[in-house]
């Protein structure tokens, strides 16, 4: 039999400590990280698609291993229409979801376009908190990070007619669902082409002009067939970091507490980035030969008031329980 020689105590409890450290080293070395699947709705290399990169980056530097946001695509991989039920139904864990694609699921998330408010702002007034509560109670998600941006730097509208302050009686103006309502208000006729469509429309005067975000002009070309930027952006971008619910209540909690500290910081990055992007974006555009309308102060009050009061109205209408606090909220 064998026998533990007692007076050497020492070399045999290094042993057995060196025997433990070697089995927990390879069991931790054996550890995958927890693995969440994204989609965007649109390319990397669009600019409202960063903050999910960033976020990614983020969630490497800040948990070290031991979660890794896996960024499957975008629109190739899952239609931007189908990718919220795809996030619901557990298809993917996290999406960078933009409202507009997911109204019949969660129709109040429309509210932020219309924000006045920093994202910061939004979280200290509970604006945020209704986001977080209507997003779980009606579509099985957790909203983690609004990632839209400077407040009412979302769009803005590009003309090939002359103007005359900001009435746009007698323009056919291409729209997206989002300010068609504000084109009627201002005189003007909505007209829907999808984007790939836009270039011809305007170069054959289909179309007298567009609505659209600050990048992309030129990824479409239609700054060949583009005169004129009128200078006053609105509204507020409409996209959100969202989790699926179940995938986050079987998180750590340390690890929900981290993503929440994320989700909160991502908000001011996502504000910097966008506006520097905005700002190069439009020396871009000038040094392509596009004029830049500025307001006089009357009709950019007019325009802003009008904006607006037209998507309150409309949000406001559709939803009269939650919609006058969203509303208070976001001024």
Known sequence: MYKIDLKKPLSFIALIAAFVFTVNLTRAEAEE???LKALTPWPMTYYWSEPMAIFERMVAERLDG???VRYIGAGEVTPPFEQFEALRNGVVDVILGASSYYTGQVPEASAVLYTKLSASQLRENGFYDLMRKVHRDKGGVVYLSNSGGAPGTAFRFFVNEELEGMDFSGLRIRVTPV???LVKA???TPITTKPSELYTALDRGI???YGWSYGGITDFAWQEVTKSVINQPFYTANTAILLNAQVWDSLPEDIRIELEAIGAELEGIAEEKMSRYNATEDENLKELGLTFIDL???????FTQTAY???WDQFIAAHPNIGPRLRELSE
């Open 33 to 35: 990280p927890i693995v």
């Open 66 to 68: 031991k979660v890794e």
């Open 179 to 181: 300010y068609a309502d």
């Open 186 to 188: 201002l005189g003007g």
């Open 207 to 209: 179309v007298d002009g």
């Open 296 to 302: 006089s102060p009357e009709d950019a009050e007019y």
């Open 309 to 311: 009061k037209t998507g």
